[in-house]
């Protein structure tokens, strides 16, 4: 089974409602603009198993233009999008990791992303969503530049090199 990948703010998306008979009518507008579609596209990562949500989450961290001290995934079985028409094309972006299994959710119209988010709130209540913190995630992250898997020089952000000292690794 493979699962789509994205961030979400779950603060901003309802939470108990069951969307799926009141579609996007109770989704509050900051929720569906937070997905930041560009050029009538939404990004997404496609993993084939659940044990890579937290590569995916290093290689966010990493990634990000602004520091980002925590991140929250949602996955969502791959299956889930094939009651609709949505059209997801292999894409690339300039992420250190993953960059193979990044598609582009494409054409996506008013009445398209509200079944997105229609598809988001269900899978929020089912709790598909998993919470990374960056300390969390020091370890391993030394780990892969202990063994040459990612470059130091990946680490520029000043929030970033302070968590790591304060867990006693000098970058």
């Known amino acids: 089974m493979s699962y789509y990948v994205r961030t979400i703010n779950t603060s901003i998306w309802p939470d108990g409602v069951n969307t799926f008979f009141d579609k996007v009518s109770n989704i509050r507008a900051d929720a569906i603009t937070s997905l930041r579609t560009e050029k009538d596209e939404l990004s997404w990562w496609k993993i084939d198993k659940l044990e890579l949500l937290e590569d995916l989450a ?21 299956n889930e999008f094939s009651d609709f028409n949505f059209r997801l094309d292999e894409s690339k972006k300039p992420y250190s990791f993953f960059n193979d299994k990044h598609f582009e959710m494409t054409k996506l119209t008013y009445s398209t992303l509200g079944d997105v988010a229609t598809i988001i709130c269900n899978n929020i209540l089912k709790t598909n969503i998993k919470v990374f913190s960056f ?33 006693g690794i000098e970058i």
């Open 58 to 78: 290093i290689s966010f961290f990493l990634s990000f233009k602004k520091w980002s001290n925590s991140l929250t995934l949602i996955f969502i079985d791959e």
């Open 135 to 167: 300390a969390s995630q020091i370890s391993k992250i030394n780990n892969l530049i202990k063994n040459n898997l990612i470059d130091k020089s990946l680490i520029t952000d000043e929030n970033m090199i302070k968590q790591f000292k304060r867990k």
